[in-house]
């Protein structure tokens, strides 16, 4: 007797459909599971088994084999556990094979028979829905989840016995209800608190610089003594960036239903998604890949990734995030198949100048040695450095600033603003795979940043005076497109070109003491 259902996985990112054969022959009792199994799928043989008997349907006797097909890919997790269980009733005849064979079924069985939800639904369903699987039984805690993917009829489960009574036509499911409406896009914190960009007192310059980094993609560095606001610049991004598109945002869930994080804020609000993590996190907590699960990296995509005290984070973890800065992309070489994740994410990192913080600064006296000065700089290297679009350096705001009452423009005008911008740039690129500026190849750059002759001389003077690098001089010029976006202007001028030099780190001789500054910012625009 034998008898095939689909089923579901994931590797990466990436949902992949598995076809579960099984074949009951006469013999003694033998139950395996082949076909690249990980420990939690071989242990779904004492789950079903228990769960069949529990739903109080009779467990088959005799020599029983499960193969899950493909048999190089990688089986993880409990996913397959329902399908396993439906494909073993359907060769025991308890319930009609022809109905089975039309199914995908995900889901984790407990012992006494129902299905909980497992990690990664939305990916499985993406796959069925582009092998033009039609039926999709999930378990009922998934089934918004799954509903996500148009084309799909998704079939919300309890229990195996409503899945039982489901195939044999004696009960039918209740009809799935989304909500497709995000909740409020408000401007408030993790804890409720509302923020807005006026909370930072002076720092002109770097709301400037946050203002590209929202409307462009850019990647930023602040650099500045404790207490000057990096912090607070840097989460108050959340609230001057545009909400997900329809795309970004299934992009964004298929990410979360992996991780396990689908009722995280990005997910119920349609927000961007901020991370943050720690400066002790790990190679493989930032990359991703420990046991096949995305990192902090793949969890900021179409969003932005916030690396407080950069200078604390290890040197190979900063240096490895080179790659994904660069491609939007983390490879990782995994034997029988390589590990993908999508990694285009908006990098800002808030650093102290030297490992007291004030070096620099003239209202505190830094005690560090010139050495440890120098080390705790070189901690982001040269290559890194050059991947940075915007460089500020903060300084404390004087006391009218803190006294007086708040100034600038609000997060809803920058938002405002930024939502301009990025109109301009879909536009733009509406014909290819790029959304913003900061992703455009050398091609799209030679033919959206073309210079007339007073800029192109100004940008000239500024390669041979500080010695800009070929791919210093890209980013600028991406930099300059933001600039006159946001101005809306169709073409970069010299004035556009200037405020993005001033965001350039500028080579600083050492000073006498044998220090030297990381960059010098605004001098370029001088």
Request: positive net charge; charged residues 25%.
């Amino acid at each position: 007797m034998f008898a095939r259902v689909l089923s579901g996985t994931v590797y990466g990112v990436d949902g992949h459909l598995v076809q579960v054969e099984v074949d009951i022959s006469r013999g003694l009792p033998f139950f395996e599971i082949v076909g690249l199994p990980d420990a939690a799928v071989r242990e779904s043989r004492d789950r079903v088994r228990t769960a069949i008997r529990n739903t109080g349907l009779p467990f088959p006797t005799g020599r029983l084999v499960v193969n899950l097909a493909p048999a190089d890919l990688p089986k993880s997790g409990p996913a397959c556990d329902l399908a396993i269980a439906l494909g073993i009733l359907a060769a025991s005849g308890q319930v009609p094979a022809e109905r089975v064979q039309r199914l995908c079924a995900v889901g984790e069985l407990s012992l006494d028979g129902a299905v909980r939800g497992v990690p990664g639904v939305l990916p499985i369903a993406l796959a069925a829905a582009r092998s033009g699987q039609v039926d999709l039984a999930v378990p009922a805690a998934a089934a918004t989840e799954a509903c996500l993917v148009p084309g799909v009829r998704v079939v919300p489960l309890r229990s195996l016995r409503e899945a039982v009574d489901w195939l044999r036509g004696v009960w039918a499911p209740q009809p799935v209800v989304v909500d497709e409406r995000p909740l409020p896009l408000t401007d408030a914190g993790d804890e409720g608190v509302e923020e807005d960009l006026t909370d930072v007192r002076g720092q002109s310059m770097a709301k400037r610089a946050l203002e590209l980094a929202a409307a462009g993609g850019h990647n930023l560095f602040m650099l500045g003594p404790p207490g000057v606001g990096k912090t607070m610049l840097a989460r108050r991004i959340a609230t001057i960036l545009p909400p997900l598109d329809r795309h970004e945002y299934v992009d964004v869930c298929r990410i979360y239903s992996i991780a396990g994080m689908m009722h995280a804020d990005p997910v119920r609000r349609r927000r961007r998604p901020f991370r943050a993590p720690h400066h002790s996190a790990t190679r493989a907590g930032l990359l991703g890949g420990a046991r096949g699960a995305p990192g902090e990296v793949t969890l900021a995509h179409h969003g932005v990734l916030f690396l407080d005290e950069v200078n604390e984070f290890s040197r190979p973890v900063l240096e490895a995030l080179r790659q994904p800065l660069e491609d939007g992309a983390v490879v990782l070489a995994r034997l029988p198949r390589p590990l993908r994740f999508p990694a285009r994410f908006t990098l800002i990192a808030a650093a102290n100048p030297c490992p007291c913080g004030y070096y620099g600064d003239t209202r505190r006296e830094c005690r560090c040695p010139p050495h440890a000065v120098a080390g705790y700089q070189r901690r982001l290297s040269g290559p890194m450095v050059d991947r940075i679009d915007l460089h500020v350096e903060l300084a404390a705001p004087v006391w009218s600033e803190l006294r007086g009452e708040p100034g600038g423009p609000s997060s809803a005008e920058v938002r405002a603003r930024v939502a301009q911008a990025r109109e301009m740039q879909t536009r733009r690129f509406a014909e290819g795979p790029v959304r913003i500026n900061a992703r455009m190849d050398p091609q799209l750059v030679r033919r959206h940043c073309r210079l007339d002759a007073r800029a192109e001389a100004v940008l000239q003077m500024a390669v041979e005076r500080w010695r800009l690098s070929a791919r210093a001089v890209v980013r600028t010029l991406k930099v300059a497109r933001t600039v006159a976006d946001l101005a809306g202007s169709g073409t970069i001028r010299a004035d556009h070109l200037h405020e993005a030099l001033a965001f350039r780190p500028l080579p600083v001789p050492a000073s006498g003491d044998g220090r030297a500054h990381i960059f010098s910012a605004g001098g370029a625009a001088t």
